[in-house]
Nanobody
Framework: QVHLVESGGGLVQAGGSLRLSCAAS????????MGWFRQAPGKEREFAAG????????YYGDSVKGRFTISRDNAKNTLYLQMNSLKPEDTAVYYC??????????????????WGQGTQVTVSS
């Protein structure tokens, strides 16, 4: 069982930065695949970033590659998403998710069996 709680969302100007956190309990973040997804109003939930079980290899969606960085702090059992050069189209609810069954992140939300409640990120133009 994995319990996830996101924090760090808010309002930021275009070009600015924001760091999201996801505190995990029940399992260590290094023992499960973890990812960040986002969902804008009227749109499908989209893969933003993922980090592999064990070795921590990272993966990114095309729309955020080069701007976002996923990382984890094993001592704090926390997942992070550093978001730089934010654009208005990044506005969405951001969710962290965990997959206890696979070793590498998948890009579809159905592969993940644990989810946080989401945190709103709004980027103004």
């Amino acid at each position: 069982q994995v319990h996830l709680v996101e924090s760090g969302g808010g309002l930021v100007q275009a070009g600015g930065s924001l760091r999201l956190s996801c505190a995990a309990s029940g399992r260590t973040v290094s023992s499960v695949v973890m990812g960040w997804f986002r969902q804008a109003p009227g749109k499908e939930r989209e893969f933003a970033a993922g980090i592999a079980w064990g070795d921590g290899s990272t993966y990114y969606g095309d729309s955020v590659k080069g701007r976002f960085t996923i990382s984890r702090d094993n001592a704090k059992n926390t997942l992070y998403l550093q978001m730089n050069s934010l654009k208005p189209e990044d506005t969405a609810v951001y969710y962290c998710a965990a997959d206890s069954r696979r070793l590498l992140p998948r890009r579809t939300p159905g592969e993940y069996d644990y989810w946080g409640q989401g945190t709103q990120v709004t980027v103004s133009s």
